[in-house]
Nanobody, 127 residues
Framework: QVQLVESGGGLVPAGGSLRLSCVASGRTVSRYAMGWFRQAPGKDREFVDAISWSGGSTYYADSVKGRFTISRDNAKNTVYLQMNSLLPEDTAVYYC????????????????????WGQGTQVTVSS
């Protein structure tokens, strides 16, 4: 089993920055792909970005390209999401996910491809 705990959320004005962290425990996730998803009230959970187990490949939703950066530190069993130039439409609960079975690039954006999920951290961007 893998437990994922997100942190770093909060309230920030538009144009501001936040850095989310996701710490894994229970087993090492160094061989797991890691992703961030978000869910706004009344909306479906949507893909934000993801990173391969090695860190060699990253994937971003069009809505966050150029503003968000995903990274990982396998020695610390941690994945990060640096969010810059935040917009009110970025307001959502952000979830970290870990997946062992992702095989192709298109898998990274699919929630069902991931095996473990965190409880989420709230990000609110004020206008």
């Amino acid at each position: 089993q893998v437990q994922l705990v997100e942190s770093g959320g909060g309230l920030v004005p538009a144009g501001g920055s936040l850095r989310l962290s996701c710490v894994a425990s229970g087993r090492t996730v160094s061989r797991y792909a890691m992703g961030w998803f978000r869910q706004a009230p009344g909306k479906d959970r949507e893909f934000v970005d993801a990173i391969s187990w090695s860190g060699g490949s990253t994937y971003y939703a069009d809505s966050v390209k150029g503003r968000f950066t995903i990274s990982r530190d396998n020695a610390k069993n941690t994945v990060y999401l640096q969010m810059n130039s935040l917009l009110p439409e970025d307001t959502a609960v952000y979830y970290c996910a870990a997946g062992f079975r992702l095989a192709v690039a298109s898998d990274y954006g699919r929630p069902y491809a991931y095996d473990y999920w965190g409880q989420g951290t709230q990000v609110t961007v004020s206008s």
